[in-house]
């Protein structure tokens, strides 16, 4: 009998916080939908489009006072379970200034997950509650230059280094990639020593930590854009290392595939309101003398988008469910990111070739959400790594069965 976990579905549809969920996704619904998407034309952008630091402060601060500022995780430090915690980011990514508003954004998001799970009690406090409480943005900094070879989806080839000095830690390297580096509070940093790989938390901005520039990009839903840094002899105490010299890695996978799966529930968000435009502009336009929805070109389109959307929300429950029973989801949170931002895709896609002309304008959000979803086939590993990873794992499993 084969009990691998990637062929086990989640097939009870109740779980211990499901009530409790479902009322907190509904008060994050009402909170998108009433007060979020009406800021999706406000003028506070910087000069990549991004949202500023005034505009989310004032989008957090009603989020504050509707109760749904970080509302996956509670003021005891207790945390949705993943299936709950999808009910209500799905819920967020209705718009694409939703996340950012309800403090459920990347990176973000995955930052509170990994401190909450591995930092000290002092990091927790000190780094971690102000991230909670939406007062800071924080920074991941993993992925490195491509252009000098250093690490971007393998992660192995990271050039960035540290030392141990005295009761403290000099880091040296360059960065790049680095969402919301620009205007962020709290930094997480990996960088190699001798000893292996090593993650620490840092207070931003620092003066051994200079943004050198910021690239336009496709995307434009992540305040700060996304940075190229370089650090120069960068020193952070002993006490700020999360757990122990060469732990990095580990550290690194306790927070990826909690973090892909939470952009997969995000993005959803915002694929169902791209169709549910879509839709609403199908059944009103009328062309060769009826309406779009009953041309089967595009009423075809319209049921493939059903299809897709129930597809990726039973993924990405079924996934969620791997990680509440504590399997680490690797294998499983590749197979969901992959699945989902290629349905994803096909979905904003077909919303903007069913509205034509008005699908690629700023005056509907359908033109964002494709931009959007074109990068998050990339963000946290393009889908041919994710399948290169599953292919290794078949090979080992082969191996294994028939060694």
């Given at each position: 009998m084969n009990t691998d976990s990637t062929t086990s579905p989640v097939i009870d549809d109740s779980f211990p916080d499901r009530k409790q969920a479902e009322d907190i996704a509904a008060k994050v619904e009402r909170f998108v939908r009433d007060v979020v998407i009406p800021y999706e034309t406000d003028s506070r952008r910087d000069h990549h489009d991004c949202p500023t630091d005034e505009l989310t402060r004032e989008l957090r601060q009603k989020a504050r006072e509707a109760g749904v500022l970080t509302p996956h995780i509670f003021a005891d430090g207790g945390h949705?379970?993943?299936?709950?915690?999808?009910?209500?980011?799905?819920?967020?990514?209705l718009s694409p200034l939703g996340p950012l508003a309800c403090n459920t954004a990347a990176p973000d998001e995955g930052n509170m997950y990994l401190l909450g799970k591995m930092g000290s009690p002092m990091i927790r406090e000190r780094f971690l509650q102000p991230i909670v409480e939406g007062k800071k943005r924080s920074a991941f900094f993993m992925t490195e230059p491509a252009n000098e070879g250093g690490a971007g989806s393998d992660p192995s080839m990271m050039l960035t280094e540290c030392?141990?000095?005295?009761?403290?830690?000099?880091?040296?390297?360059r960065k790049a990639f680095i969402t919301g580096a620009e205007g962020a509070g709290v930094g997480i940093i990996m960088a190699r020593a001798q000893e292996g790989a090593c993650m620490f938390v840092v207070d931003l901005p620092d003066p051994a930590i200079r943004i050198e520039r910021v690239p336009r990009t496709i995307d434009s839903s992540m305040p700060g854009g996304h940075a190229t840094v370089m650090i120069r002899d960068l020193r952070v105490p002993d006490e700020q290392m999360l757990g122990a010299a060469g732990d990095g890695f580990h550290y690194a996978q306790v927070r990826l595939a909690p973090a892909r799966l939470s952009h997969c529930m995000r993005w959803l968000g915002a694929c169902i309101r791209a169709n549910e435009i879509a839709s609403d502009y199908a059944n009103r336009r009328m062309a060769f003398g009826k309406p779009l929805i009953d041309h089967e070109g595009v009423g075809f389109m319209l049921a493939e988008n059903l299809i897709d959307l129930q597809q990726s929300r039973l993924m990405i429950d079924w996934c969620a469910g791997v990680l509440d029973r504590g399997e680490k989801g690797g294998?499983?949170?590749?197979?969901?990111?992959?699945?989902?931002?290629?349905?994803?895709?096909?979905?904003?896609?077909?919303?903007?070739?069913?509205?034509?002309?008005?699908?690629?304008t700023e005056d509907s959000i359908v033109e964002q959400v494709f931009r959007?979803?074109?990068?998050?086939?990339?963000?946290?590993?393009?889908?041919?790594?994710?399948?290169?990873?599953?292919?290794?794992?078949i090979k080992r499993d082969w191996k294994q069965n028939n060694g």
């Open positions: 949705l379970s993943q299936r709950g915690t999808a009910l209500v980011l799905i819920r967020s990514g030392h141990r000095d005295g009761d403290e830690w000099v880091i040296n390297g294998a499983e949170s590749s197979m969901t990111k992959v699945a989902v931002s290629e349905s994803l895709m096909r979905i904003a896609d077909r919303c903007v070739q069913v509205m034509g002309g008005s699908g690629l959007e979803i074109r990068a998050f086939r990339v963000y946290d590993g393009p889908t041919e790594v994710h399948k290169w990873s599953l292919a290794k794992k």
